[in-house]
């Protein structure tokens, strides 16, 4: 029997299952961004912002791009009133980005919507079985489990 598109096949292996589960993962954050004209990037950028404060030369580390383009990331998203610009108080020269309370409720629907998406997609395993994923996510990225 032929395989549906987009569904793993007979004998998944470890890396066609992270491979498509990474493509799921994926469509679930465009859709979210979609929903809010954002761009991967521009949702990358907030989903930084919503744990903390991040000065450009961080923003630009954490998404591997050069100033100039975090530049035009952060101008066009300051436009729609998502984040603003501070002085740092560390250092003077460097400029603080940090979201504003529309850009708060914007990543706050955002993270609902994932939630749920992911949700959607683990509830076919128990509770412990996802505890179990949780863990061995943690492991392979090199963080600590919740």
Not at 72 to 90: C, I, M, Q, W
Request: proline fraction near 6%.
């Amino acid at each position: 029997m032929t395989a549906q598109p987009g569904s793993p096949g007979p004998g998944l292996d470890i890396v066609d299952g992270i491979v498509q589960l990474s493509f799921r993962v994926q469509e679930i954050l465009a859709e979210t961004g979609a929903e809010h004209d954002l761009s991967m990037t521009q949702l990358r950028l907030l989903g930084i912002l919503r744990d903390r404060d991040a000065e450009m030369l961080q923003l630009a580390a954490y998404l591997g791009l050069d100033k100039s383009s975090v530049t035009g990331l952060v101008t066009r998203a300051e436009r729609r009133d998502l984040l603003r610009r501070l002085p740092s108080p560390r250092d003077r020269r460097a400029t603080l980005v940090t979201l504003t309370a529309h850009g708060r409720d914007l990543v706050a629907d955002g993270e609902r919507r994932i939630r749920a998406q992911i949700a959607a997609l683990t509830a076919p395993l128990t509770a412990p079985q996802q505890d179990a994923l949780t863990a061995l996510l943690a492991q392979i990225l090199g963080t600590p489990a919740p």
